[in-house]
């Protein structure tokens, strides 16, 4: 597949395709972070993840609307506005669905999968009526536009970086919050042994609505950095759902930088093909090695060691 | 009076609803529908076989396959392939540039016919590969998980990721399957026109049969040993393989039979559609596959027919009238079910209907033998006895 190409050619291609999977790398990054809380720390399945995505850009969509309308000399930073609104919005909804659904069924975690799915429909549905089947764009800030030329056949644009820049804070974000902060003890103490962290008083019904939240959240931001680069439609959420459970399970459920490595890994092997093959086969080339893969190596890349 | 066993278990209350469904499927439907409608019967009928190979897998074993639409698929394109072959002759193409190869491979530059459609020329290599194909591939998929103790969660995703791959690749192999329209223009089965509204009317009594077939297989299994062991694993895995069983092997073997159902269900539905295309495997068909067990009551076979039979019959009468509804139904039609009765429309049976029964039975036989009173001490000794949808009622807690 590599005839014709000189090797100066074939760096090029790398190096453009490399890019070109960065931005894939970095919207399964911050979709992955969000269900790595979800499902590797409480074990919840949340099929509604891609939906609580896309909630995330249509509130971008609504504030560049609004800046357009109201606030014209502020439309360079209304980004940084909807991003906080974004993850508002969707924990809000995330710790409601906690204590209306998911509070109930965190014995029976295939249930929860069917149980989210249900309410994945409903919100796509729901986003079908309230913005139209059609898909919607946010007219982005004049400083994100354009590209940096690296070399005469190498450019990056600006938007894709940007969104790369966001993922990469938000995972040092959530890894300090988790690793590194006492709210992140507790929730490791909850995963680890419940009756055990109960016992030394830890709210831990408090602790699985929090988490359940920050873990919608994060998918908002990401909804938010996703409409940089792309246009959302009511089920675009669901073109990356079953991609970015693989990138949890591929990397280990419970480590962050399992996670990582295998958005990395999984976006670049992508891309990358995608150049030499159609796109298609380049995904069902990618998804095959990764179930492979699974199939020798059920834990993941980066699997907790404990005792079972 | 000598009454033979068969005779004895249709008047007991399990055959019963056995006759009950049997009445509705061969008696009521035919004589109360127009053949169109009957036809859409049989087609929700097909989805019955992937339910009810998801009881056997899910609600029993506690193996939940989102891919089951790749079996039902496998099936189906398995028979589409053997339609469209028939249906290709020089003679029917000779306006293509290569006669005698379906059109879809014609319009996509291909000028022989590939391998793997050779075989699909017998019918007899058909009937088995519409069992065997999806069954090879669940062997593949089971031994490769369950040996390894892969399970829940993981076991599901991982079969949606496969029901991905599949569909992606179905549709950009277009010049070998079709695409995204998939394999159309079917209309003879061995120089049966199954299009006239007789073929229709006797696919539909033919899928009637193999779904009893398969009902029945289904109940073997449960009343054997091994149905038992299929519960006891779900309940208590270490347990089953400390006693000595094979864990993975019970796991390969239910998924396998999960997944030969689905097969039969895939290839009826070729029939009685006339197309198939990727739209009926994908992920979002898949999931749908287990609502309609889901909602019949995830541990009895024959609610998961009734299950298929309601939710695609809500999902057409829904579609028709009200498109822009559906999703908000079947949104809450799944969290329903789950929330509200993880046991379904035969839990809600049992509980509410059965002990109405159970009034009327008793009455009916006081009457007849008055002198027969409880024992004291074993009052349900002779319920025991009587069919029960859930053998092992699924209780939340358990997991």
């Known amino acids: 597949m590599f005839d014709g190409y000189t090797s100066s050619e ?73 991003m906080i609104l974004a993850f508002l919005v969707c924990a809000a909804l995330g710790a409601f669905v906690e204590w209306a659904m998911v509070r109930h069924l965190y014995r029976r975690p295939l249930d929860t999968l069917l149980a989210t799915w249900g309410l994945s429909l409903i919100l796509q549905q729901a986003y079908r009526s309230i913005f139209g089947a059609r898909e919607v764009g946010v007219t982005l800030p004049d400083w994100m536009l354009g590209s940096i030329q690296v070399t005469d056949m190498v450019d990056l644009p600006i938007n894709g970086l940007f ?134 190596r059920p834990e993941g890349l980066m699997a907790l060691k404990i005792r079972r | 009076m000598k009454q033979s066993p068969i005779l004895k278990w249709f008047v007991s209350r399990e055959g019963l609803y056995y006759l009950a469904l049997a009445l509705l499927l061969v008696v009521i439907l035919p004589v109360a529908l127009d053949s169109f409608r009957l036809n859409m019967v049989g087609k929700y009928l097909t989805y019955a076989f992937v339910a009810i190979g ?44 290569t006669p005698g190869i379906p059109d879809f491979m014609d319009w996509n530059q291909i000028t022989a016919l590939p391998w793997f459609w050779e075989p699909f020329n017998s019918f007899a290599f058909t009937l088995l590969a519409v069992i065997g194909v999806p069954v090879l591939l669940a062997f593949i998929i089971g031994f490769a998980m369950f040996t390894r103790r892969v399970g829940g969660v993981y076991f599901a995703i991982i079969t949606q990721a496969i029901a991905a791959i599949l569909t992606i690749l179905i549709i950009g192999q277009q010049g070998f399957t ?117 909602l019949g009551g995830r541990l009895s076979i024959l609610g998961a027919v009734y299950g298929a039979l309601l939710v695609n019959a809500a999902k057409s009468g829904f579609s028709e009238s009200f498109p822009e509804l559906w999703p908000f139904a079947m949104g809450a039609l799944f969290i329903g079910v789950v929330l509200a009765f993880p046991n379904g429309l035969a839990g809600l049976y049992q509980t509410y209907v059965m002990p109405l029964e159970d009034r009327l039975f008793k009455r009916k036989k006081a009457e007849a033998t008055p002198a027969v009173a409880p024992v004291a001490g074993k009052p349900n000794a002779e319920k025991a006895k009587d069919y029960d949808p859930m053998i092992d009622h699924y209780s939340p807690e358990k997991s």
């Open chain 2, 178 to 294: 079709g695409g995204i329209n998939g394999i159309t223009d079917l209309r003879t089965l061995m120089g049966w026109e199954i299009r006239t509204d007789e073929a229709k009317n006797a696919l539909y009594f033919v899928t009637v049969a193999m779904l009893f077939v398969c009902l029945f297989t289904a109940r073997l299994i449960q009343q054997r040993k091994l149905g038992r062991i299929l519960v006891a694993m779900n309940a208590q895995e270490n347990r089953v393989r400390f006693s000595g069983y094979d864990v993975a092997a019970f796991k390969i073997f239910v998924f396998c039979l999960a997944a030969a159902f689905a097969g039969i269900g895939g290839a009826l539905f070729t029939l009685s559609v006339g197309f198939m295309s990727p739209s009926f495997i994908g992920i979002v068909a898949s999931i749908e596959m287990v609502i309609f067990c889901a």
């Open chain 1, 163 to 296: 969104v790369m820049i966001i993922a990469l804070s938000i995972a040092l974000g959530v890894y300090f919050l988790m690793y590194r902060s006492g709210w992140g003890k507790k929730v490791r103490a909850v995963v680890q042994n419940r009756p055990m962290a109960e016992a030394v008083g830890i709210n831990s019904a408090g602790v699985d609505r929090a988490t359940f939240a920050l873990g919608c959240g994060i998918a908002g931001i990401a909804g938010a950095a996703f409409t940089m680069i792309g246009s959302t439609g009511p089920s675009s959420g669901q073109a990356y759902i079953v991609d970015t459970f693989l990138v949890v399970v591929f990397g280990g459920a419970q480590s962050l930088i399992g996670t990582i490595i295998s958005a990395f890994g999984i976006s670049q092997a992508q891309s990358t093909m995608e150049f030499f093959l159609s796109g298609s086969m380049a995904k069902v080339l990618t998804l095959l090695v990764v179930v492979g893969i699974l199939m020798l």
């Open chain 2, 54 to 97: 998801l009881v056997m897998c899910w609600g029993k074993a506690g193996i939940l396959s989102l891919g089951q639409g790749v079996f039902f698929g496998l099936g189906g394109y398995c028979m589409a392939m053997y339609l469209k072959l028939e249906a290709s002759t020089p003679e029917a193409t000779s306006i293509q540039s």
């Open chain 1, 10 to 82: 074939l760096m090029s291609i790398f190096a453009m395709q490399g890019f070109a999977g960065l931005s894939l790398f970095s919207v399964f990054v911050l979709m992955a972070l969000g269900l790595a809380i979800i499902f590797g720390q409480m074990g919840v399945i949340n099929m509604a993840h891609g939906e609580f995505m896309i909630l995330g850009a249509y509130t971008t969509y609504l504030t560049s609307g609004l800046f357009e309308s109201y606030l014209p000399g502020l439309f360079g930073g209304y980004f940084f506005i909807a």
